[in-house]
């Protein structure tokens, strides 16, 4: 598996099994990504989280593996770095092979504790995950209000914050407080409703071309909708020809963005080792 090249993963048929491979035995701890199928090749030379980043590895446990890299106690773990380390690797590995996704920050006293406290107790869990994942991966759609889109269609369906604009334009805020409170108010749960039902709109209809969906919070006050989906490989071009069909529909009012392949975070958790 070479995670920053385009075939970030492949199978490795006939590996090792129960086989941690150890490099630094000056690493003072392993630091996991995630847990994948133990036949995969990767790039030896691929560096992940730390200062200095740390070499990946597998640590294997029959047919299933952690990816890994030893975690060096020279600096503080949770730079910007460290983050977009840990969910490049995971994202570039699962375009190619299923993997669970571990939270950021799961560490392990050593790669022997890997095999021995994480893999050997939840193997037939992880096993049966990662057969439920195989073949489909996360993608993330984000939909967001165009620019002003949003007010005029407010102003339009509410005739009282239509008033209310019209009565506290040109005038100083301290003489208009209450109306600009109320046109706040207005707004605030027009705003609400509006992506609540745009938000179910397009996970009703995106949820025929996927095994799942979750509706995400919103991340921006102008989001439209922010879901993440599960979808099968062989389905991925039904799923976004129909998103082009949302984006056709919602074209002046709302953009959307597809982001993926990526580590399915919202559909698995796989469970951390006391570290």
Same mark, same amino acid.
């Given at each position: 598996?070479?995670?920053?090249?385009?075939?970030?993963?492949?199978?490795? %048929?006939?590996?090792?099994?129960?086989?941690?491979?150890?490099?630094?035995?000056?690493?003072?701890?392993?630091?996991?990504?995630?847990?994948?199928?133990?036949?995969?090749?990767?790039?030896?030379?691929?560096?992940?989280?730390?200062?200095?980043?740390?070499?990946?590895?597998?640590?294997?446990?029959?047919?299933?593996?952690?990816?890994?890299?030893?975690?060096?106690?020279?600096?503080?773990?949770?730079?910007?770095?460290?983050?977009?380390?840990?969910?490049?690797?995971?994202?570039?590995?699962? *375009?190619?092979?299923?993997?669970?996704?571990?939270?950021?920050?799961?560490?392990?006293?050593?790669?022997?504790?890997?095999?021995?406290?994480?893999?050997?107790?939840?193997?037939?869990?992880?096993?049966?995950?990662?057969?439920?994942?195989?073949?489909?991966?996360?993608?993330?759609?984000?939909?967001?209000?165009?620019?002003? *889109?949003?007010?005029?269609?407010?102003?339009?369906?509410?005739?009282?914050?239509?008033?209310? %604009?019209?009565?506290?334009?040109?005038?100083?805020?301290?003489?208009?407080?209450?109306?600009?409170?109320?046109?706040?108010?207005?707004?605030?749960?027009?705003?609400?409703?509006?992506?609540?039902?745009?938000?179910?709109?397009?996970?009703?209809?995106? *949820?025929?071309?996927?095994?799942?969906?979750?509706?995400?919070?919103?991340?921006?006050?102008?989001?439209?909708?922010?879901?993440?989906?599960?979808?099968?490989?062989? %389905?991925?071009?039904?799923?976004?020809? *129909?998103?082009?069909?949302?984006?056709?529909?919602?074209?002046?009012?709302?953009?959307?963005?597809?982001?993926?392949?990526?580590?399915?975070?919202?559909?698995?958790?796989?469970?951390?080792?006391?570290?």
């Amino acid at each position: 598996m070479a995670p920053s090249t385009p075939n970030a993963a492949s199978r490795e %048929r006939g590996a090792a099994a129960g086989r941690p491979e150890t490099e630094a035995a000056t690493a003072t701890a392993s630091y996991v990504y995630g847990i994948l199928p133990a036949d995969v090749e990767f790039d030896p030379e691929e560096r992940g989280v730390g200062d200095p980043p740390g070499k990946i590895g597998l640590v294997r446990h029959e047919d299933i593996a952690a990816l890994v890299s030893d975690l060096h106690p020279t600096g503080p773990l949770g730079r910007p770095a460290d983050l977009m380390a840990h969910q490049r690797l995971l994202d570039d590995v699962a *375009a190619e092979v299923p993997v669970l996704p571990l939270r950021f920050g799961a560490v392990m006293e050593n790669r022997e504790a890997v095999a021995r406290e994480l893999l050997a107790p939840h193997l037939d869990e992880f096993r049966a995950a990662l057969e439920r994942l195989e073949g489909h991966a996360q993608f993330v759609v984000k939909a967001r209000y165009e620019e002003g *889109a949003l007010l005029r269609e407010v102003l339009q369906e509410q005739p009282e914050a239509a008033r209310l %604009r019209e009565e506290i334009r040109g005038l100083p805020e301290d003489a208009t407080w209450d109306a600009r409170i109320r046109l706040g108010e207005i707004i605030n749960e027009a705003v609400e409703a509006k992506r609540e039902a745009d938000s179910r709109a397009l996970a009703e209809g995106l *949820a025929p071309h996927c095994a799942a969906v979750v509706i995400r919070d919103p991340t921006h006050e102008e989001d439209a909708a922010h879901l993440a989906c599960l979808v099968d490989s062989d %389905r991925q071009q039904e799923f976004e020809e *129909a998103l082009e069909e949302f984006a056709a529909r919602w074209e002046g009012r709302v953009t959307l963005r597809l982001l993926g392949p990526q580590a399915a975070y919202d559909f698995v958790a796989a469970k951390e080792g006391d570290g």
